[in-house]
């Protein structure tokens, strides 16, 4: 059964009531629930607004049956488990972060690291630091842009180069990207740094 669920070191949730707590004993005791009652299927259940990559941002209206289908998919394709702790930087006001990095994880029972705001340095940290769990890590195109452009521009802090291969080897199952492209250029610098490919996924609120 699903057990725990934790948001970590985002300041918003400093100040708000610990949900760290075995979910079976508070009233929370069956997440999936949210997303699947018969009679609401066809409900509206976010309003989220686009980022304007296809045009002027707009509102647009997701379903109780979309976000069930969506993360649905996401955990057939990606296996995810109760297992998995995510490392996410995105923000919650688009499907990518909100969905694909957040209720996803809460429906599976996954451990989410938030990040407050995206800092290059920050993320390559979290990822290359063995004293932590993170497993995954979810970015959009720009993310990768520029965590390429600081590992070039600071190289010598990191150290041996086939450590870095063999820590994000050990530590890490799956690497991915969406919402909009991922320029093949970005991609290969991503694979001789880390030797890691990229997944790719769409997944634009639209």
Known sequence: G???FELLENEFFKSKRSITNDLDNCLLVDQ?????PESRENEDA???YT???SGPAKGVKITFANLKSSIE??????KWTSDDKILSTLPLNHFSGLVYCLLTQYYVGAQVHLLPKFDAKSVWAKLLDESNTINAFIGVPT???NLVSYYKANRREFGNEQLLKDTLRKKLRLIGT???????KTYQ??????NYKIVERYGMTE
């Open 46 to 48: 976010l309003l989220l």
């Open 189 to 194: 610098e991503w694979y001789d740094i880390t």
């Open 2 to 4: 699903i057990k725990s």
């Open 178 to 184: 969406g919402s909009a492209a991922l320029n093949v």
């Open 32 to 36: 999936r629930r949210i997303f699947e």
């Open 73 to 78: 998919t996401m955990i057939h394709a990606w």
């Open 143 to 145: 993310i990768f842009v």
């Open 51 to 53: 980022s304007g990559t």
